[in-house]
């Protein structure tokens, strides 16, 4: 099974700030990574598919990249909607896995 | 727009059994892979069980395996999981999800499995 890790936990941040979260996966998972928004009481939204696609009707400061094991979602100016928990997905190989989740909260 | 509805979630005790089901709309059911994922209190995300659009190949986690069984009608656009044997850690919110081209990209609202006595 593929492990996913995630870093940090928490982001501490103020709206108008850039977000880096990063995903680790435990053997290559290729470029079969997503990252999902999870707010309370919510399902998980699709936000990027495949590393760096981003998924319909999300907004342009959202993106992704990386390959193989590395990956990191970037949000470039941190909006008061954003501040969820994000959590990264692969499904390179079953058992699809999501990482454990960084929670980017208000500072 | 589509529109996936769960139901059959509830308390049942220890050992016992309960089927999920899920009803989809706005969406050509029968092309599209489905899965469960659950969510267990204040926890992360589980995906339970994947089942392809014709219904011929089915996958589950080790967690369930053996003991939950996914399965589709795609006459009615619904997809259930039965679950036996269950046991405290099956406790969650299940959703089920419409699978992409990347991944799920529809999910339901859950419905709410709670195992105890």
């Known amino acids: 099974e593929v492990v996913l890790a995630q870093s940090p936990a928490t982001l501490s941040l103020s709206p108008g700030e850039r977000a880096i979260l990063s995903c680790r996966a435990s053997?290559?998972?290729?470029?079969?990574l997503a990252w999902y928004q999870q707010k309370p009481g919510q399902a998980p939204r699709l936000l990027i598919y495949?590393?760096?696609n981003r998924a319909s009707g999300i907004p342009a400061r959202f993106s992704g990249s990386g390959s193989g094991t590395d990956f990191t979602l970037t949000i470039s100016s941190l909006e008061p909607e954003d501040f969820a928990v994000y959590y990264c997905?692969?499904?390179?190989?079953?058992?699809?896995?999501f990482g454990p989740g960084t929670k980017v909260d208000i500072k | 727009d589509v529109q996936l509805v769960e139901s059959g979630g509830g308390l049942v005790q220890p050992g016992g059994s309960l089927r999920l089901s899920c009803a989809a709309s706005?969406?050509?059911?029968?092309?599209?892979?489905m899965y469960w994922v659950r969510q267990a209190p204040v926890k992360g995300l589980e995906y339970v069980s994947g089942?392809?659009?014709?219904?011929?190949?089915?996958y589950y986690a080790n967690s369930v395996k053996g003991r939950f069984s996914i399965s589709r009608d795609n006459s009615k656009n619904t997809l259930y999981l039965q679950m036996g044997s269950l046991r405290t850690d099956d406790t969650a919110v299940y959703y089920c999800?419409?699978?992409?081209?990347?991944?799920?990209?529809?999910w339901g609202q859950g419905t709410l499995v709670t195992v105890s006595s």
């Open positions: 997905q692969q499904r390179s190989n079953w058992p699809f896995t």
């Open positions: 053997q290559s998972v290729g470029s079969y």
């Open positions: 706005g969406l050509p059911f029968s092309t599209y892979d």
């Open positions: 999800a419409k699978s992409s081209t990347g991944g799920p990209d529809y």
């Open positions: 089942i392809t659009n014709n219904g011929g190949r089915t």
């Open positions: 495949d590393a760096s």
